[in-house]
Each structure stands twice: as C-alpha cells, then as structure tokens.
C-alpha cells in the first residue's frame, strides 16, 4: 500500500513537470511578435515657390499708340467705329519653381493717365463732357478712357511659348491659369499686353477726330496696373484617384 503510495506521488509530480514545461513551449509558440527599438523617418516638404519676375519701379512701356488714320465718315462709322490696335508687349513672366503646381490668378486694373512729365494727369474736364455737337471746356476722364483698352494675352503649348505671335489665347482679367511642376526647368507663364485706341465715332460722330486730337495733344501715356496671385494647385504625392 505504502508503495503504491509512493508510485501515485511520483507520477503525480512527474505530470506537475511535465505540464509546467508544455506551458513553458505553448506560451512561448503562441505569444504575439514584439520587439522593442528605436529608429528615424524623414518627410520632405513639397516646395512653394512662384515668382514674379523682377519687380520694376517704372511701368513697363508697352509702345506707342495712336488713333486709326481713316477719315471719319458718318455713314460707316458711326455703327462700325475707327480702331487701331498696337504690338504684344511682354508685360510680365511668371515662374512656378515648386513642387506641386500653381493657380495663377491675374487682375488688370483701371487705366489712369500721365503727363509729359510722366506725373498723373488732372486736366479733364467736369460735368457731361464734350456731346456730338459741342465741345466746353475739356472732354471728362470717362470719355477719355472709353477711346483704350487692353488685352493680355499667353500662348504656346501649356501656355509657355515665350514668342509674341504665339500669344494667341485671351487672358481675361481675373481668369486664372495653372502652372505645371517643371522636371528639369521651372514653368513659365509669358503675359503680352496690348493696347486699343477705338475712335469715339458712336458717341461722338463729327467731333470723335477732335476728342482724338486732344488726347495727343495733351496725354502721354497710358497706366495700368496687374496685380497677380498664385495658390496651390495640386497635391504631392498624388492623392488616390486623382
């Protein structure tokens, strides 16, 4: 009995051992991968950069203008009036040197006018102006402003041909046109001007020559202002789907 006793004891202890290193295995088998470390990671900041070329302190000249030299005739003109319209002047250039690509906005101001001493002219008349049968005092700044107007214009494939005869595409003031991300050169985007002098004939019939007369007698040149904003267009790296 006693030996029975002693062979239950053993057996007993042998299974205790026998579980406790099965435990040992299964939990080593089973357990979830872990490991411990420290490391680095690097992200890149797309760049943001868009210029405007160099910032001038005089206007850019955009040539001279001058009035059609057709005689004025009633018949024809006054549905149809006299119009002469002068050479693209490259006005500005736009680079987009970023990363993603550039939303460029462009906004042509109000015309404004100089004096021979390149000063703000301040001789307009006031009131309504010179009519079609008569002429007081000085023709108004409206009426003056009325005989010019101004176009942009871009071209070229992707809208970088920097050649005037290929600025063949309007730009409207406040239209807004995307700049690409240049591989190897930045994008450009060249902006020609030009400028329209169209004859009062409508308003003013018989005296349009006269309107047209004392503007060369009296202005010297045209002002204007563009005024240029640029966003982000796209993202880097692409987002999914795009």
């Not at 001058?66 to 005739?73: A, I, L, R, V």
Request: glycine share 10%; net charge negative; with cysteine.
């Amino acid at each position: 009995m006693v030996k029975k006793k002693r062979i239950v004891s053993k057996l007993i202890l042998a299974l205790v051992v026998l579980t406790a290193i099965s435990c040992c295995f299964l939990g080593s088998t089973f357990a979830r991968y872990t490991s411990d470390g420290t490391g680095k990671a690097t992200v890149a900041v797309a760049k943001w950069d868009v210029s405007f070329g160099e910032e001038a302190e005089e206007a850019v000249a955009l040539g001279m203008i001058s009035p059609d030299d057709t005689e004025y005739d009633a018949e024809t003109h006054k549905n149809a009036p006299r119009s002469h319209t002068g050479d693209k002047v490259l006005v500005a250039t736009i680079t987009n040197n970023s990363d993603v690509d550039a939303d460029v906005t462009v906004t042509l101001g109000t015309i404004g006018f100089v004096n021979a001493e390149g000063e703000a002219f301040t001789g307009f008349g006031e009131g309504a102006g010179w009519s079609a049968s008569s002429k007081t005092d000085n023709p108004t700044q409206t009426q003056v402003a009325g005989l010019f107007s101004i176009k942009l214009w871009y071209g070229g494939e992707g809208a970088l041909d920097a050649e005037a005869a290929a600025a063949n595409t309007e730009l409207k003031s406040g239209t807004t046109v995307t700049l690409g991300v240049g591989s190897e050169t930045p994008v450009e985007l060249n902006i020609y001007a030009e400028v329209t002098w169209t004859s009062a004939d409508a308003l003013l019939e018989g005296n349009s020559d006269a309107l047209d007369s004392w503007v060369g007698k009296n202005i010297a040149g045209l002002t204007s202002t563009l005024t240029f904003t640029a966003v982000q267009g796209s993202e880097t790296p692409v987002a999914s789907g795009s």
